[in-house]
């Protein structure tokens, strides 16, 4: 039995299956005369033409490579190619369409995720850019207020008259000139003589930057030692400046304030903080602590000071004291001696004494255990004593000083040399009065 032959493809000669239409190797129709024009189709004007079966057979599928796409680029984000038109692809049992590739899908839109975080970027800054207006303008605002109200100050300052107490009408303290008083007074505190030379009031002094107060009040002064010793005079506790209404204020600071040496001399200022333009003639300096022998000097051009002043006498007053000759010939009154000052209340009592040694024998001194000066009711030993330990038997011409603490209110004294049995002769006791 003669087979029949198999069709083959017309355009690329691949062997077709018995009702193939479309070759599976090139796609090209089975139907050599595909592409010729048609005949005019059956049961419309040709009775004869054959009936075409209502069911057309499926094709089969086109080979694997055919749907197999080449590679593309990356299409650029956002870009979307659409079917083109008439472009289909028959459909067979059990095909799965291949997945469409990563970069063929739609990308999600991010433009208004990033919009909207430039917005808030953008409010942000410009927040900031009216922050910074806004202060800036804030700023130049109060300078604008503070040059106008510093303005209007001045001019009120300049226009208004001062009040006794040195304020402008306004309140504000009023900048004075440097003026100067003479004074010109001299007192001695702590055995050091202190000349106050003069007086000054101002606004301030360059060269104290201690002091910060509406005013200074300036003591210039001069100081020398003529005592044995260095003297610390301690300004901050023994100089105060007493105003018109009884206030007192302490020393604020001075210039040097070291001790002064023996015969040293210097020049030195001394400040005091003052609040009110206070009338300078109407103040007064107090010189001593509070539980020592205070002065009080005016600071007005020669002031009187000479209740402060030394006081000395010359009685001359001859006496016989354990077979030696003696002479009281000076007595001197101060408020301090030996580098200190008085107690309250008190003064010093110095008395010199002369004395000629006839004798034999030595004479020793100890003016602790036999001088003493008597006021009233009040008997004191000595506080200090110049003498020598002894005088030698035939000399003359020894000298010496006892200092007795003694009431400011007694004038009248009697200097006591008690009796001692320790000498050759015995001394009996004399006794030798004086006034001061």
């Given at each position: 039995?003669?087979?029949?032959s198999?069709?083959s493809?017309p355009?690329c000669?691949t062997p077709?299956?018995?009702?193939?239409r479309?070759c599976?190797?090139?796609?090209?129709s089975a139907?050599?005369n595909?592409g010729?024009p048609?005949a005019?189709g059956?049961?419309?004007?040709?009775?004869?033409?054959p009936?075409l079966p209502?069911e057309?057979?499926?094709?089969?599928?086109?080979?694997?490579h055919?749907?197999a796409?080449?590679?593309?680029?990356?299409p650029a984000?956002n870009?979307?190619?659409?079917?083109?038109?008439?472009?289909?692809?028959?459909s067979q049992?059990g095909?799965q369409?291949?997945p469409?590739?990563?970069y063929?899908?739609?990308v999600?839109?991010?433009?208004?995720s990033?919009?909207?975080?430039?917005?808030?970027g953008?409010?942000v800054?410009?927040?900031?850019?009216?922050?910074?207006?806004?202060?800036?303008?804030?700023l130049?605002?109060?300078y604008?207020?503070s040059?106008?109200s510093s303005?209007?100050?001045t001019?009120?300052?300049?226009?208004s008259?001062?009040t006794?107490n040195?304020y402008?009408?306004n309140?504000?303290?009023q900048?004075?000139?440097?003026?100067?008083?003479q004074v010109?007074?001299?007192?001695?505190y702590?055995s050091?003589d202190?000349?106050i030379?003069n007086v000054?009031k101002?606004s301030?002094f360059?060269?104290?930057?201690?002091i910060?107060?509406?005013y200074v009040?300036?003591?210039n002064?001069?100081e020398h030692n003529?005592?044995?010793?260095?003297?610390?005079?301690?300004?901050?506790?023994?100089f105060?400046?007493?105003?018109?209404?009884?206030?007192s204020?302490?020393?604020g600071?001075?210039h040097d304030?070291?001790?002064?040496g023996?015969?040293?001399t210097?020049?030195n200022?001394v400040?005091f903080?003052?609040?009110?333009?206070?009338?300078v003639?109407?103040l007064?300096?107090?010189?001593?602590g509070a539980?020592e022998?205070?002065m009080?000097v005016?600071?007005?051009?020669s002031?009187?000071?000479?209740?402060?002043q030394?006081?000395?006498?010359?009685?001359?007053s001859?006496?016989?004291y354990?077979g030696?000759?003696?002479t009281?010939?000076?007595?001197t009154s101060s408020?301090?001696?030996y580098?200190?000052?008085a107690?309250t209340?008190?003064?010093?009592i110095t008395?010199?004494?002369?004395?000629?040694?006839p004798?034999q024998?030595s004479?020793?001194?100890?003016?602790?255990?036999?001088?003493?000066?008597?006021a009233?009711?009040?008997?004191s030993p000595p506080?200090d004593n110049t003498?020598?330990?002894?005088?030698?038997?035939?000399t003359t011409?020894?000298?010496?000083t006892?200092?007795?603490?003694?009431p400011q209110s007694?004038?009248?004294?009697?200097?006591?040399m008690l009796p001692r049995s320790?000498?050759t002769?015995?001394?009996t006791?004399?006794?030798?009065?004086?006034q001061?």
């Open positions: 039995m003669a087979q029949s198999q069709p493809c355009h000669g077709l299956a018995p009702g193939q479309f599976s190797n090139c796609g090209a139907d050599p595909f010729k048609t005019m059956s049961g419309v004007n040709n009775p004869q033409a009936e209502t057309l057979p499926v094709p089969p599928p086109p080979p694997e055919y749907y796409q080449p590679a593309q680029p990356t984000p870009t979307f190619y659409p079917p083109q038109q008439g472009q289909s692809y028959p049992q095909y369409p291949a469409v590739p990563a063929a899908q739609p999600k839109d991010s433009s208004k990033v919009l909207g975080q430039l917005g808030c953008v409010l800054v410009i927040l900031l850019i009216v922050g910074v207006c806004g202060g800036a303008s804030y130049v605002y109060r604008v207020v040059a106008a303005t209007s100050s001019t009120s300052t300049s226009n008259t001062t006794g040195g402008g009408t309140g504000t303290p900048a004075i000139p440097t003026t100067t008083t010109n007074a001299v007192v001695t702590a050091v202190v000349t030379v000054q101002a301030s360059t060269n104290d930057t201690n910060s107060s509406p009040v300036r003591l002064i001069k003529p005592s044995t010793g260095s003297v610390y005079m301690f300004y901050g506790d023994n105060h400046l007493l105003l018109s209404d009884g206030t204020i302490a020393a600071s001075e304030s070291t001790g002064i023996q015969d040293v210097r020049s200022w400040d903080p003052v609040t009110t333009n206070v009338d003639s109407k007064t300096l107090r010189i001593g539980n022998a205070q009080d005016l600071l007005t051009a002031p009187d000071v000479s209740k402060y030394l006081k000395t006498i010359r009685p001359n001859a006496f016989t354990a030696l000759n003696w009281l010939t000076t007595v408020l301090s001696a580098g200190k000052q107690t209340g008190m003064r010093y008395v010199t004494l002369k004395a000629n040694n004798t024998n004479f020793y001194v100890f003016p602790n255990d036999y001088a003493r000066l008597q009233g009711t009040t008997t506080s003498f020598s330990s002894s005088i030698a038997a035939g011409g020894s000298t010496g006892i200092t007795f603490l003694m007694a004038t009248s004294f009697t200097l006591i320790d000498t002769p015995a001394a006791q004399v006794t030798t009065t004086f001061i």
